[in-house]
């Protein structure tokens, strides 16, 4: 998790210069492939966990958010009037933090719980991003920084912290297709999110797209509440370490 914030963070940096000799295609031909999984990784039956069900929405949420912020932050940027080196400063600043967001919360999640930890996260990054960047994230270049590194470490923490409450729902044994399961639901969101939300930024304005980003991540905070609810059996406990 950390290996691939870190390698967010010297991306942008990398293939700014790249991207305006050579274009799109040409900078991404660089990069190396991935390898494909050979043996099946999804269980369908995993869904007749309620459970499951609302934890794959929450992470749904959670892709569709981090994709699409990673991916049209430098469109944001440019849209509210920053510099081109602020489109690009602004990823490094987001994937930098996002390493201590992936190392952090797990440690504190061993004592306090994953899914407490996670609701925390979740919570916080929504303050910022309807408190401060809604209203105040055009208005200069340290606002816009700040957002996105308490973004960049909020996000940091749902990354590392889904697959492990995954964990919690199921056998180890089990463990790999719940973990493809999840996921499979969360690849929509990562297909939907870029087209989606180039749309929205040129229909409208940068600061509606970032509120329909903090209303799905409201939507991924209600699943994860009741992913909590529906494992301590529908029992509301406000100090279970889960």
């Known amino acids: 998790m950390g290996g691939s914030s870190a390698c967010g963070a010297v991306l942008p940096?990398?293939?700014?210069?790249?991207?305006?000799?050579?274009?799109?295609?040409?900078?991404l031909s660089?990069?190396?492939?991935?390898?494909?999984?050979?043996?099946?990784?999804?269980n369908f039956r995993a869904f007749r966990s309620p459970r499951l069900c609302?934890?794959?929405?929450?992470?749904f949420g959670f892709e569709f958010i981090i994709f699409g912020c990673a991916a049209l932050l430098p469109t944001y940027a440019r849209y509210a009037g920053f510099s081109f080196?602020?489109?690009?400063?602004?990823?490094?600043?987001l994937n930098s933090v996002s390493l201590l967001g992936r190392v952090l919360?797990?440690?504190?999640?061993?004592?306090?719980?994953?899914f407490n930890i996670l609701l925390a996260m979740m919570i916080l990054t929504l303050v910022v991003m309807t408190a401060v960047w809604v209203p105040f994230g055009r208005r200069s270049e340290a606002t816009l920084y700040a957002v996105a590194a308490v973004f960049g470490f909020g996000s940091g923490g749902w990354i590392s912290l889904a697959p492990v409450c995954a964990g919690q729902l199921c056998r180890t044994e089990e463990y790999g297709r719940f973990?493809?399961?999840?996921?499979?639901?969360?690849?929509?969101?990562?297909?939907?999110?870029?087209?989606?939300?180039?749309?929205?930024?040129?229909?409208?304005?940068?600061?509606?797209?970032?509120?329909?980003?903090?209303a799905v991540?409201?939507?991924?905070?209600?699943?994860v509440v009741y992913?909590?609810?529906a494992l301590l059996e529908w029992r509301w406990k406000w100090t279970a370490r889960v």
């Open 179 to 214: 973990y493809g399961t999840v996921y499979s639901v969360a690849a929509f969101g990562t297909l939907l999110t870029v087209p989606v939300g180039g749309e929205l930024l040129q229909a409208t304005s940068p600061q509606v797209l970032v509120g329909f980003y903090s």
């Open 85 to 93: 080196q602020e489109q690009f400063y602004t990823l490094t600043v």
């Open 217 to 223: 991540l409201v939507f991924g905070l209600i699943n």
């Open 30 to 42: 660089i990069l190396p492939d991935t390898g494909t999984p050979t043996r099946a990784t999804i």
């Open 13 to 27: 940096i990398v293939l700014r210069s790249p991207f305006r000799k050579y274009g799109w295609a040409w900078s």
């Open 54 to 59: 609302f934890l794959a929405l929450a992470v």
């Open 105 to 114: 919360p797990g440690l504190a999640a061993d004592f306090l719980g994953r």
């Open 227 to 229: 992913s909590r609810w």
